[in-house]
């Protein structure tokens, strides 16, 4: 059944990228990933083999991204302070961005979708952000504009979700999207952001200093993946 479901994206997103929108409106270039397959991310993808510090508690590596059964799985590794990132080559300049993610649910973890580019902090950032925090439990929207910020968090349920965002001239909406394929808006900013970005996902665990234990929660030891079935831009 979810194999169907991810055929009936691709041949929507096919159909709906033919062209532009009414009157010429910018939009973002059509994307889709199933995560079909075996091995690493796959061609689409950049995976990370950096260490970003602080407040990030472990370091990105290839060990720590690959497919499974249909979904990518981003894998944060108590043991070896190891985790998983990965960024598409391609850079998006508006657009609707989707994901159907299933978040980790330990303590001080970060399950995250996000547009991203420049230098964090710096006149050059800018970011548009889902990022699943507290166990899985709570959501956090944010947008960064030439390095300044402006987040919104929200409670949310655990398990599989489907969650996005659309990025226009003029504002940033967040949205869940319910089994019958219905929206709800969760927040609506309004922004003028125009940099083109890369849409990223991150699955990582906080240093416990006190910028992380703020952001994302004590860490207290625990691990495991979080789990991406697909994602869609349009």
């Not at 990933?33 to 970003?52: M, V």
């Not at 472990?58 to 070896?80: I, P, Q």
Request: hydrophobic share 35%.
């Amino acid at each position: 059944m979810r194999l169907d479901i991810k055929r009936a994206l691709r041949a929507a997103l096919l159909i709906g990228t033919i062209g532009l929108g009414a009157g010429g409106c910018a939009r973002a270039a059509g994307f889709f990933d199933g995560f079909d397959g075996t091995g690493g991310a796959g061609s689409a993808w950049e995976t990370a083999t950096w260490h970003n510090g602080a407040p990030f508690g472990c370091g990105f590596a290839y060990s720590e991204v690959w497919k499974d059964s249909g979904n990518l799985v981003l894998n944060v590794n108590s043991g070896t302070g190891r985790c998983g990132e990965v960024r598409t080559w391609q850079s998006f300049t508006y657009g609707k961005f989707t994901t159907r993610v299933k978040a980790s649910n330990f303590a001080g973890g970060n399950t995250s979708f996000f547009l991203y580019t420049g230098t964090a902090g710096t006149p050059s950032h800018f970011e548009i952000d889902i990022e699943l925090i507290k166990g899985g439990t709570v959501l956090h929207t944010n947008v960064w504009k030439a390095g300044v910020q402006n987040y919104q968090q929200f409670p949310i349920g655990t398990g599989w979700q489907t969650l996005g965002f659309e990025w226009r001239e003029n504002f940033v909406r967040w949205f869940k999207v319910d089994a019958q394929g219905g929206e709800t808006t969760i927040r609506h900013q309004i922004v003028s952001v125009s940099t083109p970005m890369r849409l990223m996902l991150n699955h990582w665990r906080g240093d416990n200093s006190p910028d992380a234990v703020g952001f994302v929660g004590q860490w207290n030891g625990g691990g495991g993946p979080a789990t991406y079935d697909w994602v869609k831009v349009e």
